[in-house]
């Protein structure tokens, strides 16, 4: 099994940045690709980057997002990150990370593992 905790969330400011951490643990932890999703209030849970442990080969980020968040990880750290920037009220929501079996995947429910989620508040 693999077991996700996001951190980093908080209150920023409009044109802001904030970086999120997943910590990941588990045996097979790092088999897994991760992602990135939101979820604000009434809203479907929603896609926002992808990757591996292993390079940029199957990094995919939404176009909502592309070029403002940044997807990375640090392998010996066994952490997933999601630098934010040039942040917006269209940003508040609850932001999960994940895990799933296939690269890729920008479906939640083609992911097997969920964190707890990480509120993040842009205020303006």
């Known amino acids: 099994q693999v077991q996700l905790v996001e951190s980093g969330g908080g209150l920023v400011q409009a044109g802001g940045s904030l970086r999120l951490s997943c910590a990941a643990s588990?045996?097979?932890?790092?088999?897994?690709?991760m992602g990135w999703f939101r979820q604000a209030p009434g809203k479907e849970r929603e896609f926002i980057a992808t990757t591996t442990w292993s390079g940029d080969a199957y990094k995919i980020y939404a176009t909502s997002v592309k070029g403002r968040f940044t997807i990375s990880t640090n392998n010996p750290k066994n952490t997933v990150y999601l630098q934010m920037t040039s942040l917006n009220s269209e940003d508040t929501a609850v932001y999960y990370c994940a895990a799933s079996q296939r690269v890729g995947q920008v479906a939640p429910d083609r992911y097997d593992y969920w964190g707890q989620g990480t509120q993040v508040t842009v205020s303006s």
């Open positions: 588990g045996r097979t932890f790092s088999t897994y690709a």
